[in-house]
Each structure stands twice: as structure tokens, then as C-alpha cells.
């Protein structure tokens, strides 16, 4: 499938802003919905609007089996065989927030936990909070001069036996990978609990839950996929789940309410209180065939395109500077850039003049900026239905910006 077949899918993609053709490079931020997870939201309220797991009427049985399904689709784009292990929740930030708390009584003073310095704040800020709570050590494995992870330090950090290890797969700054089963394997050896921010690699890589070697969970949100926003996944071994309290209190997520004590229901029913976003929930099965149908074998090829032309693209601007690596392998097509002499917020505005949507700012990833001495960079976040063609209209405006600013100084 070529990448204007999979455009005509985005309606987005025909919108026109400040009298140009729509160029969508924030696909990092948000991913465009192709009609059909669009229509799949539209149908479940026109014709299945009911609650689940509540109603033995026939639209409440639909929506449950709509909804219920979403798990087999997950099993089947993960290649695992248990339903029971993916929780539904409103996105990457709420997992974070349901581990950091449910873990919670496992850490205590003295203890270590470890991230990343590449980590999102949603991977940063709650487990920096559980560590300042509870008087534990936070320790942050630093980057080489070359942005990837210094693994010595990753190492060393592993000797302190830490309790939670917790790492992003793929940063949503500098667009590389990080070794995620050889880094999972020094953690488990440690002793840690192994949990994994997928919330780009989903979006950029084809693998199985498997290749992800020992980890306990792995987190996602379904709008990074073409799906709705305020749905997320987080898949967890079972033993795993089964082994940590529940985290929010109400409906669905019991079995039994005394009047003075409650049985919790089974998983995954057990961190899911209250209705979900059932909608959403059916959007996300939506964007998993989408990208199914189109194959994630041919979304890789289509964005490693990308990246090698971007890079080439880019690395012709003279006193643009890309924070990330300059190879295009184990890479996403995630280009944060700073340009010489002009503010990332003056270039995002001017793109935008130009019809181009970038983001501009610290990308939730302030501890990452400040380790470059930087407080915003202009990202570029591509997708497979991008072409090389809006990498040209990027790169001119680029250039365009630094004429202006020339003039001005
Ligand atoms: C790597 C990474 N982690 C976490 C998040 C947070 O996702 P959400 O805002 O959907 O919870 C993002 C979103 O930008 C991300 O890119």
C-alpha cells in the first residue's frame, strides 16, 4: 500500500490551514483517525449505546462482546494468549499513575527506584513522587555524548538492587529504541519489577510482547495509534497483576460488597471501577485492524523511508542541530531539532503560517531538555502516510524562518 492509497483514509489530512495544505508533522503528540475508527465510535453510539457487563438486554450484550473483544484483538496484535492480562485505562499517564500507587506499599526508605533521563514526565513524575514519599532513592540512568543510554550507568544502577526499574522503549524526543529485553534482563536479574513505557515504540516498531523479554508491564495509549484519545492499555503478566491491590474502588470491579468488607472481581475486571470509555475502547480495536490491514511490516518500511530521507533532508539545513541520533537505524521518524538564533516557538509559528503542524516546547520531557542545556526544541513527528514531498514544504519553511530572522537581527 502506498502512502497516498493510506492518506485518502485521514479526512484531517484534506484540511487546508492558513490557505496551505495541512502538512500534519505532530503525529508524536497525537495520530491522525482514519474513517473507520471514527465510524466505529459512530456505530456503537447509533446502534449499540449501552453500558457493559451490566445488562442481559441485547444492546448491553453487544456492547460488552464489542467491547470484550478489543482484548482477543490485542492478543492477536501482540502475540500473547490471555485476555486477562491487558487492562483498559484513559492512557500511558493513568498506567503509570495505577503502578506508582499500587506499588506503593512495596517501597520502602532505602530502596531504589530507577528511570531513564529520557523519560516522558509520565514515566518521570510519578515514580519521582513514590520515591520522595516514601524516602527512597531515585536514580536516573543518564545518556552517552551519542543519545543513547549509558548503559555502564544502567549497570551500576542495577548493583544498588533496585525495586522498580522503569524505562521507556522509545523516547519521544530523540525517536530512538532502547534495548528493551537486554536492559529487562539486567533489571530482572537485579531483582526490580520491570515495567516498560511503550507509548511510542507502539506507534513505530512491529513486535510481539515476547520480544520484549522479561518485563512485568508494558504501557500504551491508543491515540499515538490512530486511535481515541482517553484510552490506553497497559498489559501486565498475570502473576503480576494478581499480585498487586486494586487501585481504584467502585463498580465492575467487584465481586462481592458486604456491608463491611468486598471481594474484588477477577482480572482484568479488577482495575477497571466504574464504566469505561467503551466507545474508545471499540475505537482502539478499530486502529489495531487498521494498522493490521495495512501491516506493521509495511508501516516499518514505510517510515524507515522516512527517517533516512528526513535526516538527509534536515542535515542539509545549515545551523539546524538534531537532538537524536544520526543514524537512521533502531530510529523513528521523530525529529527534534534546535535552529541557530531562533526560538523553537518563532520556527513553530512560522511553520504554521506555512500550513505545517509541529510541536514546540519541552515534550512533557523537561529533566531530558535540561540535560542539553535547553528548555524547547521544534519537533517534526512523522508517520508512515507522510511523504517525502512534505519533508521538502518542511525544509523550505525552515529555511524561510532563518531568512526572517536574519532580516530581523
Ligand atoms: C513516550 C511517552 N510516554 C508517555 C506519554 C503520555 O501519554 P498520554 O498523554 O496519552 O498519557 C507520551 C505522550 O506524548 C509519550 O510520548
Partial sequence: MDAQKIREQFPILRERVNGKALVYFDNGATHPKPTSVVDAEVKFYHHDNANVHRGVHALSQRAT??????????????????TQEYIFSSGTTASFNLLSTTLAPRV????????????HHANFVPWQQLALSKKAK??????KSDFTLDRDHFKRAMAMKPKIVSFSAMSNVLGHKNPVSELATLAKQAGAIVLVDGAQLVAHDEFKISDLGLID???????KISGPTGVGVMWAREEFLKSLPPYQFGGDMITFVEDQSTIWNELPWKFEAGTPNIAGVIGLGAALDFMTEIGRGNILKLEHELVKQGLAKLKQVKGLKILGSESH?????IFSFILEGV??????????????????????AQPLLRHFNQTATTRASLSYYNTAAELDVLVSAIENAKKVFSRGT
Fill in 65 to 82: 462482546d464489542s467491547y470484550e473483544g478489543v482484548r482477543n484483538k490485542l492478543c492477536k496484535f501482540f502475540g500473547t494468549n490471555n
Fill in 108 to 119: 520502602e526508605a532505602g530502596d531504589t527506584i530507577v528511570v531513564t533521563r529520557m523519560e
Fill in 138 to 143: 531515585f536514580e536516573i540512568v543518564e545518556l
Fill in 217 to 223: 508491564a508494558f504501557v500504551f495509549s491508543a491515540h
Fill in 329 to 333: 537505524e533502531g530510529r523513528a521518524p
Fill in 343 to 364: 526560538h523553537p516557538h518563532d520556527i513553530a509559528t512560522l511553520l504554521d503560517l506555512e500550513g505545517i503542524a509541529v510541536r514546540a516546547g519541552h515534550h512533557c
